[in-house]
């Protein structure tokens, strides 16, 4: 197979704050001696009282521990802000773009102290203590930035929920993570399309009793019901309240944040950062995965409400006082130059964004790109589901022109920060790779039983050591945590990824091995898609698996029996569509849904998802062993009428 190679330019070599021998000599050091490393990383975080302990891991479920750092204090809004006022009290922390190209806001940090502040006062007001968790359902406004900063300066544990979620999925991690206040808009605003913000949490709420506050920010000035004692108009409460907030001395392991993400089995699991490992593996990959400079615009368009949005939108970046562009908007609106103007706009120097969305803006061609200049850019990166080789190489020479390097950085809402990807000055490029592991990142393939593989090799993606951004728990179920990434293969952390090795060492993510699904770069589980179809009254049963898809990465193949005496309209597919969307989320809606009156399953009851899989991927050549199957008739019939669905 011929494999294009991108050598690092002479530039990059010689400008770059890594360059290969520098990655070389300082990955061999965090892997001989990890402690000395991590200890030297850490000074770039401001810390209360100083650590003496770098780290004390165990990986064995019956003697389990991830710490790090632990014995030091520190405040994460003091290090995002307080610390840079000094020198960069008027430099722009957040260049915000709202969904019109008409509006805009800048916010310096000294600014952002300010409001990060009052949001704080306001969350303190309202009964909010250190430890208690805050729910923000929000739009990507910069008041989002400011709700989970103040989180942050009063020691309180946000839980972002995605505002794309609907009512019964908010409402499930409102009660797992028993929030009490929930932060909020009128409505969110993306595409020209307005969100019901307001109305999903007061639906949400309906099922959550205990929730006794929610502050509404106002972002359209929709008019929504607001109820008395409970809901509160943020901007107006908040011009009451003062611009200085002290920052409270939190613990390194006191938790920081749950972000909720899809496992392949049950509900979601609410993934748990703490403060000062999370924070100091955030800036520090910030910083030289993105070679990141004082004078640099730096733009992630991740959503606030998944861990990018943490991690290289806010956290990683503020705490190395650049700025940071957020913006509100979707990249074809109002046309399908927005991704482009906005770089020429703010002087974008290094830009993160998704493959699937470079993949939808390559499909209008050269010329929406070409008519803008890009001049600005010097570095591009991509993140969330692996990246094929074409979309590769069209961002590399029609958004980079050849200039930029790309540094595809692979990493999960577990694992805090990025750990496998290129350092562009140190890095040869293979357009598809994720390349090499960060430092003291351990990667090992491994085979089904555990043994480890050597060489050019394909396996599941293990780690096997800690580093200082790995979650800690799942919320309120840590056995379930050790349970999940702990036990498959022993001594190490079970990423549920597939991965091939090359033979120079280069490592290239194959994709989930598991029941998770990525689709659009959005982390979903089967299970979920599935019981958000069986809650519909007319369903008996449901299977569901991915597909490959151009555009999306991977798209939704839903498998639906109905129950007896329930006829297939020509509506229904559409209906169990709209369905999903109301019930988990838009972004869950089964792509194709083939109603079959039974499905391939083992004679213990198993349904086999790889034949499911085989026949929604229009691959029914060779489908395995099927000698196993209950009733073989079953696949026979599924195959004729995938051929008629298709
Ligand atoms: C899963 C994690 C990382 C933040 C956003 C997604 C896939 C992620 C890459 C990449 C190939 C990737 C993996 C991973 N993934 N980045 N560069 N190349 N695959 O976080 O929602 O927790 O999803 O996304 O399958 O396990 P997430």
């Not at 050591?465 to 799942?474: A, F, I, L, N």
């Amino acid at each position: 197979m011929h494999e294009t190679v991108i050598p690092v330019s002479p530039d990059w070599a010689e400008g770059a704050l890594i360059n290969r021998a520098r990655y070389e000599e300082m990955y061999a050091q965090s892997i001989a001696d990890p402690e000395g490393f991590w200890r030297d990383v850490a000074k770039r975080i401001d810390w209360i009282k100083p650590f003496t302990k770098v780290k004390d891991v165990s990986y064995d479920p019956a003697d389990f521990r991830i710490r790090w750092f632990e014995d030091g204090t520190l405040n994460v809004s003091a290090n995002c802000i307080d610390r840079h006022l000094a020198k960069h009290a008027d430099k722009t922390a957040i260049f915000w773009e709202g969904d019109s190209p008409t509006e805009m806001r800048n916010i310096t940090y000294q600014q952002l102290h300010d409001e990060v502040c009052r949001f704080a006062n306001t969350l303190l007001a309202h009964g909010v203590k250190k430890g208690d968790r805050v729910t923000i359902y929000m739009p990507m406004i910069p008041e989002a930035a400011f709700a989970m900063l103040a989180c942050t300066r009063i020691g309180a544990v946000h839980s972002v929920v995605f505002g794309g979620f609907s009512p019964d999925s908010l409402a499930g991690r409102i009660q797992d993570c028993g929030s009490t206040v929930v932060i909020t808009a009128d409505q969110g605003i993306r595409g020209g399309k307005t969100v019901p913000l307001k109305a999903n949490t007061d639906l949400a709420l309906t099922q959550c009793p205990d929730v006794k506050h929610v502050l509404v920010v106002k972002r359209t000035g929709a008019k929504v019901p607001m109820m008395a004692g409970r809901d509160v108009d943020y901007f107006e409460f908040a011009a009451t309240m003062p611009t200085t907030c002290k920052p409270v001395e939190m613990g390194a392991e006191d938790p920081l944040f749950i972000l909720y993400t899809s496992g392949s089995t049950g509900k979601p699991k609410g993934v748990l950062h703490t403060t000062g490992g999370y924070l100091v593996y955030t800036a520090f990959t910030h910083e030289v995965v993105f070679d990141y400079r004082p004078g640099d615009v730096y733009w992630c368009t991740a959503d606030v409400g998944w861990v990018t949005g943490h991690s290289y939108l806010l956290y990683g970046p503020l705490a190395n006082a650049a700025t940071t562009v957020m913006f509100e908007g979707i990249p074809n609106y109002p046309n399908v130059s927005r991704f482009w103007e906005v770089i020429d706009k703010y002087k974008v120097s290094i830009f993160y964004t998704a493959p699937t969305a470079i993949r939808a803006l390559m499909r209008d061609g050269e010329e929406p790109v070409k008519s803008t200049s890009r001049a600005s850019l010097r570095l591009l990166g991509t993140v969330g589901e692996p990246i094929n080789p074409e979309a590769w190489l069209w961002y590399h020479r029609v958004v980079g022109e050849e200039r930029c390097p790309i540094v595809d950085t692979w990493w999960q809402t577990e694992t805090g920060g990025i750990l496998i990807s290129p350092l562009p000055g140190a890095t040869d490029l293979k357009p598809g790779s994720a390349t090499k592991p960060l430092f003291g990142i351990k990667p090992e393939l491994v085979d089904s039983n555990g043994n480890i593989l050597e060489g050019a090799v394909s396996g599941n993606l293990v780690l096997a050591d800690s580093w200082p951004g790995q979650m800690r728990s799942v919320y309120g179920d840590h056995q379930r945590f050790i349970n999940t990434y702990f036990r498959t293969y022993k001594g190490k952390y079970f990423t549920g990824d597939g991965c091939r090795r090359d033979e120079d060492g280069y490592y290239w993510i194959t994709g989930r091995v598991d029941d998770v699904i990525n689709v659009a770069g959005h982390r979903l589980g089967t299970a979920e898609v599935e019981s958000a179809l069986v809650e519909n009254t007319k369903v008996a049963e449901a299977a569901v698996v991915a597909y490959p898809h151009e555009v999306k990465g991977q798209a939704i193949y839903a498998y639906v029996t109905l129950k007896a005496g329930q006829p297939v309209t020509d509506t229904l597919a559409d209906e169990l569509k709209k369905f999903v969307a109301e019930h988990l989320s838009p972004i869950a809606k089964p792509d194709v849904i083939l109603f079959t009156p039974a499905l391939p399953k083992t004679r213990s009851g198993k349904i086999m998802r790889r034949i499911l899989r085989k026949i929604a991927e229009g691959d029914t050549s060779n489908l395995g062993d099927t000698s196993t199957l209950a009733d073989p008739s079953v696949v026979s019939e599924l195959i004729e009428r995938a051929k008629q669905t298709s």
